[in-house]
């Protein structure tokens, strides 16, 4: 059974950075793709970044500012963001899906930690 479990939310000013992490379990990480989305209350969900095989691709709004990485030996998927903005506020979940991924959206990606929650204030 798959397990995601993220950590590393909190409260930040505008122009601060926060580091998420998301311990896997239950799955072969060398055949999964990983990522994070992010959902705003009244807002659809955004995917943020994704990574599989050294492949990192970036949703428009956070390139820049936000780096995706994997550890695959501890299971561990990381969110570094720098450079905070307000409308990065929401919760972020991590998710992961079976590869092959391509032209799956983040947000359909098969399995999703329960998310944990970043608020970014002026």
């Known amino acids: 059974q798959v397990q995601l479990v993220e950590s590393g939310g909190g409260s930040v000013q505008t122009g601060g950075s926060l580091r998420l992490s998301c311990v896997g379990s239950?799955?072969?990480?060398?055949?999964?793709?990983m990522g994070w989305f992010r959902q705003a209350p009244g807002n659809e969900p955004e995917g943020v970044a994704r990574?599989?095989?050294?492949?990192?691709i970036y949703g428009d709004s956070v390139k820049g500012r936000f780096t995706i990485s994997r550890d695959n030996a501890e299971m561990t998927l990381y969110l570094q963001m720098n450079r905070l903005k307000l409308e990065d506020t929401g919760a972020y979940y991590c998710?992961?899906?079976?590869?092959?991924?391509?032209?799956?959206?983040?947000?359909?990606?098969?399995?999703r930690g329960q998310g944990t929650q970043v608020t970014v204030s002026s």
């Open positions: 998710v992961a899906a079976l590869a092959p991924c391509r032209g799956l959206p983040i947000t359909q990606f098969t399995y």
């Open positions: 239950g799955y072969d990480p060398d055949n999964y793709c």
């Open positions: 990574d599989w095989n050294g492949i990192k």
